[in-house]
């Protein structure tokens, strides 16, 4: 069975600092994995998602790898601000034909004071 | 366009009562997901359709939840005899096919049971 496991399991920084966020998961045989943002009270909002071929994916401030043979992710947050302050996740799916079913991590609470 | 909606956004019962909870995805999209989350911790997989047929359901945790999507489109989640552990936000997702595709997440429905 897959577990999903993230580290630190909050994080708070002053404005401007880089960081980085880990994600671990047990099984290597996953398909890809997505990092998501979940404002409180609020649904989830995917940030990206890494195919298992890959080894990173970049959208503006925020880049994720992946090493598949070690089992981890990192999710790096480069000058945080305020405005990033959530709890953050990951997710892999399951395999053969439930790969639509995702497992995740119990998530990253991040604050970035000003 | 729009998103995945969810209703309703909050939902106070007793227990013991029967409780639906609807989910309109995003129009075209042919899977949709269900999952559960407690506070303070990741979604927890419940059920994925792909069209109208639930293509899994081993994350149900017992005969008194039920989803339905007749038409392909619109899912109900029901569940029977409510206990206070069904507390928790009931989160839909939708993806454009069947398969390791981004999820798309609706704004989540929190349920209380009294």
């Known amino acids: 069975k897959q577990e999903v496991t993230q580290i630190p399991a909050a994080l708070s920084v002053p404005e401007g600092e880089n960081l980085v966020l880990n994600c671990s998961f047990t099984?290597?045989?996953?398909?890809?994995l997505q990092w998501f943002r979940q404002d409180p009270g609020k649904g989830l909002t995917s940030l990206l998602l890494i195919q298992s071929s890959q080894r990173e994916q970049t959208s503006g401030r925020l880049n994720a790898s992946l090493d598949k043979s070690s089992g981890r992710s990192t999710l790096y947050i480069a000058a945080s601000q305020p405005g990033d302050s959530a709890t953050y996740l990951c997710a892999v799916p399951a395999g053969g034909t439930s790969y639509g079913k995702l497992t995740f991590g119990q998530g990253t609470i991040l604050t970035v004071h000003p | 366009g729009a998103g995945v909606s969810q209703t309703p956004s909050n939902k106070v019962t007793e227990k013991g009562k029967y409780v639906e909870l609807r989910c309109d995805p995003i129009s075209g999209h042919t899977a949709l997901y269900w999952y559960r989350q407690s506070l303070g911790q990741g979604p927890e997989f419940l059920i994925y359709f792909q069209g109208t047929g639930a293509a899994d359901d081993s994350g149900l945790p017992n005969d008194r939840f039920f989803a339905v999507r007749p038409e392909g489109s619109v899912s109900t989640l029901k569940i029977q005899r409510t206990e206070r552990g069904d507390s928790a936000v009931y989160l839909c997702?939708?993806?454009?096919?069947?398969?390791?595709?981004?999820?798309?997440f609706g704004p989540g429905t929190r349920l209380t049971v009294l």
């Open positions: 099984d290597s045989a996953i398909y890809n």
């Open positions: 997702a939708s993806s454009l096919s069947p398969g390791p595709d981004t999820q798309y």
